[in-house]
């Protein structure tokens, strides 16, 4: 918990010195966005970069039931 409370707090700094009072503003609107999943995260696939994943691989599993980032990454 120590060293995720230092981490927030240097973030926090970095973000002040660039947007100022807005900076929490700016921190909740960008961990508020999806991230795009640089490897595959599980099955045959695992560990693949996105983008050597076979497109048809990634078209199935848009079909299916994903977590916010991952539905992010494959569409």
Do not use: C, Q
Request: no cysteine; net charge negative; proline share 4%.
């Amino acid at each position: 918990m120590v060293v995720l409370e230092a981490l927030f707090r240097r973030i926090h700094a970095k973000m002040i010195e660039k947007y100022g009072a807005d900076a929490v503003e700016h921190m909740i609107e960008i961990s508020s966005k999806p991230s795009l999943i640089k490897r595959m995260p599980f099955g045959k696939h695992r560990g693949i970069k996105m983008e050597d994943v076979p497109v048809d691989y990634l078209n199935w599993l848009s079909t299916t039931d994903l977590d916010e980032d991952l539905e992010y990454t494959v569409s």
